[in-house]
């Protein structure tokens, strides 16, 4: 199991240094952070993943289009987050 994570690992963190600037958006911050963690990375890959994939996927159908945009960006913030 630890070559899969590591791979995941290492998966996650060229998919986030492909990331625009701009899109690496999801980090938390407190005093004293002064770097992105992993779980930082893992939630702005995953809210790319939501917006450019499946809600995407979902923008066929027109469900999510009817959605204003301010209630998808709250549903990619609640489904994003790294656990």
Not at 29 to 44: E, R
């Amino acid at each position: 199991a630890a070559p899969c994570l590591f791979g995941l690992y290492a998966f996650v963190a060229v998919l986030y240094n492909t990331l625009p600037a701009a899109k690496r958006s999801g980090a938390v911050f407190w005093p004293g952070k002064d770097a992105v963690t992993f779980s930082d990375a893992l939630t702005a890959v995953r809210r790319r993943i939501w917006a450019e994939g499946v809600f995407r996927e979902a923008e066929v159908d027109g469900a999510i289009a009817e959605l204003p945009r301010q209630v998808q960006d709250h549903l990619r913030s609640g489904l994003a987050p790294a656990p």
